[in-house]
């Protein structure tokens, strides 16, 4: 088990470029399976969860090339239609494999997919879906069967809102005849991105950025080769604004999209954060004047993410008065703060959903656990803030989301190193 070992309290200055889209950057490589044509995507983030759907895509026959953010897939031929078990199980978004495996193969078999532990995060989005489409679910006690038989288009209401169950559900729509809807779908900018790219295969797709999105399915993908550049990592770019405004650091996050970030640069504001919006960048600029927010909720995009309430809980215990927060989208997502309590953050535990934060409150050096992605990643800005050594544990989480993070730190002044 790897670690972060980080000397706490340095001064941070400087400027840091964020990556393309993790989560964006799945789905991109997913739905290039639907085309028997050369893809080629830029920007796409050296992380093990980009290391672990190429490997799953590999496996199932295509031919993968990955070097300098570059990927280049060709998928003329798939040689199979079972997801690798071990692989499937270290990543959640392995499932957004089985839209494009069953369009092309007429099955998909799969374990339920791993990843974060962060509460109940049901596959039943996508079964429903695919029978509604037509398909047929069978299951053991660990191996999920999806048969195409004969597909149809539809009208699917999404019982909860769901960005991978969107994307995957646009997917296979794409591929059936017809006119398909999906209802409540997800409205996040990784759906638009994904839709567009879609559509410059030779898919026909309205409505994306909408609850309601329609797919005018059956029409050939083009076997020309396609070009596609990845967005910015929206919950990256965030991540960096929180860590500014947290080590009151004059930060200069580049390479990114502030519109994807509306409603916490809205919240941050109301906070009486220090910040400069340019049209690609975000400075978070020391003022000493951040106020307690009375509530923030996190919300399905266009509200608060769920992906930064754990960097944000760090930065409540560094402001003046009591913050309230509420998770909304995953249940069990509060668990992670004890080690946080431990390094002397005033937190109080109201229910499994909200937590009472008291600043300002000054952090000491502690040990604290991963126990997911965010979690790891807002203690290890804990860490940088606090006075005194701190070791992250379980940084292999980390590093599912965040590329060569400690280097980059480094590079702003922080005192931190990998121990292997």
Known sequence: MMQFVINGGKK?????????????????????????????????????????????????????????????????????SELDLEISKKIRASIILTAPLLARTGSAIFPH??????????????????????????????????????????????????????EGLIMLATQ?????????????PDVVVLAN????????????????????????????????????????????????????????????????LDVPLAYLHRMGAGLEVGESSVRTVPNGGMQALHLLKTHEYPGFPTD???????????????????????EGRMAWMDDLKRMGARILNLDNFRAAITGPTPLHGHSAESLDIRAGMAYLIAGLIAHGTSTINDIEKIDRGYERIEERLRAIGADIRRIV
């Open 12 to 80: 941070l200055a400087g400027s840091i470029s964020v990556n393309g889209s993790k989560n964006t950057a799945l789905k991109l490589l997913s739905a290039s399976l639907l085309t028997r044509g050369r893809v080629v995507l830029h920007r796409i983030p050296d992380v093990s969860d980009v290391r672990s759907i190429l490997a799953l895509m590999e496996d199932l026959g295509a031919s993968v090339q990955f070097k300098n953010h570059t990927c280049i897939i060709e998928a003329r031929q798939l040689s199979k």
């Open 113 to 166: 997919p791993g990843g974060d532990v962060i509460g109940e995060r049901p596959i039943d989005v996508f079964l429903d879906g695919y029978r509604a489409f037509g398909a047929t679910v069978a299951h053991t006690q660990k191996i999920y069967t999806v048969v195409s038989g004969d597909l149809h288009p539809a009208t699917f209401v999404l019982p909860v809102i769901s960005v991978q169950g969107t």
């Open 176 to 188: 059936i005849s017809g006119v398909s809807t999906l209802i409540n779908a997800a409205c996040e």
């Open 197 to 260: 790219f879609l559509n410059a295969c030779g898919a026909k797709i309205t409505g994306a950025g909408t609850p309601i999105i329609t797919i005018d399915g059956g029409h050939s993908f083009t076997e020309e080769e396609i070009v596609w550049d990845n967005m910015p990592d929206r919950i990256e770019a965030g991540t960096f604004i929180v860590l500014g405004l947290a080590a009151n650091a004059e930060l200069t996050i580049t390479d990114m999209n502030p519109h994807h």
């Open 308 to 330: 930064l309430q754990s960097p944000m809980v760090v930065l409540m215990t560094q402001v003046s008065g009591q913050s309230i927060i509420q998770e909304t989208v995953y």
